[in-house]
């Protein structure tokens, strides 16, 4: 699949995808926000990947948010539309059965700090920086920043971060919560795809089990999410990777994971 503002690199079992704007720090015009959805998309059903990485071009930012020239002579009713493909974006990534690690190699403001959100593993470069500043130019996050933040740092620090428009430093993000891990920079996407060689090693049916069930199961009240745990635990058995697996731990060997 050919982008404009997208590269898209396929090295099995993963994928690499770089929003390529650099010179306007990756920021998502609409077009960029489309060919997000059609990639990730087309990389939820793609045999041959098991893992995703999401990153941007460039040294300085990862996406310095929604590009902001786009705005301009917008009326509300346009903006709607807007926001919706971009929660849809966010949506194709949270429901799809495969981990998605963020790789934020500089800024990820506004709608970058969003995508970040809804990849399952942020790792982040020392030189990262985090922020939702739309409040600085009169909005307010419109990529799901209102309630992904609070869901992953609690909504004290959300309330801050999003009343303040102030950025902070990857240190700070890791600290609260907003990322896992924080690395050189040059050696970030290393370690992003290190990480993601191991996820895809895993048993994919298992993977795509514990995604559903802890993305699914983290708004619904804890009887709820633990119905959902039941059914995702069990549907474990429909598949040969856990015979294998178990087969593999009683006699001592390693498991050769069916993997499709
Ligand atoms: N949109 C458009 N252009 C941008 C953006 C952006 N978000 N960010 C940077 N650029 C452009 C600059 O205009 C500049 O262009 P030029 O070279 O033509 O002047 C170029 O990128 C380099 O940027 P700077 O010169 O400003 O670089 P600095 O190092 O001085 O500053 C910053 C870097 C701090 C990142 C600064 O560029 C900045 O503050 N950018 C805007 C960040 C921002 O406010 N982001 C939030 C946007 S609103 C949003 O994301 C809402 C999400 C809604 C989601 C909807 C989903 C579809």
């Known amino acids: 699949m ?23 720090l990756n920021a998502l015009n609409l077009e960029t926000v489309g060919e997000l959805g059609a990639a990730f998309s087309m990389l939820a059903d793609h ?21 902001i020239t786009e705005f301009r002579g917008k009326t509300a009713p346009d903006m709607i539309p807007f926001a919706r493909k971009g929660h ?16 934020v190699n500089g800024y990820a403001l506004g709608g970058g700090c969003e995508i970040a959100m809804a990849c399952d593993i942020r790792l982040a470069s020392d030189t990262a920086r985090f922020g939702q500043p739309e409040i600085l130019l009169g909005l307010i996050p419109g990529m799901g920043g209102t309630q992904r933040l609070a869901r992953l740092v609690g909504l004290g620090i959300a309330r801050e971060l999003v009343y303040s428009g102030e950025q902070i430093s990857a240190q700070r993000a890791y600290e ?17 795809k290190k990480l993601a060689g191991k996820l ?10 514990a995604k559903l069930a802890t993305n699914y199961g983290y708004d619904q009240s804890l009887d709820n999410g633990l119905m959902l745990e039941t059914q995702c635990f069990a549907h474990c058995w429909s598949h040969p990777d856990l ?8 006699e001592k060997r390693k498991a050769d994971f069916h993997n499709d």
């Open 200 to 209: 895809a090693s895993m048993p994919s049916h298992a993977m795509k089990m």
């Open 47 to 67: 045999d041959q990947v098991r893992a995703l990485i999401l990153t941007g071009s460039g040294e300085k930012a990862f996406i310095a948010g929604a590009d």
């Open 88 to 103: 849809d974006v966010a949506r194709v990534m949270e429901s799809m059965g495969k981990p998605i690690i963020a790789a």
């Open 176 to 192: 609260i919560g907003l990322i896992n891990r924080v690395f050189p920079a040059d050696q970030l996407m290393e370690e992003a």
């Open 2 to 24: 050919e982008f404009n503002n997208l590269t898209v690199e396929i090295s099995r079992p993963i994928a690499i995808l770089t929003v390529n704007r650099p010179k306007v």
């Open 243 to 250: 015979e294998e697996g178990v087969a593999a731990f009683l």
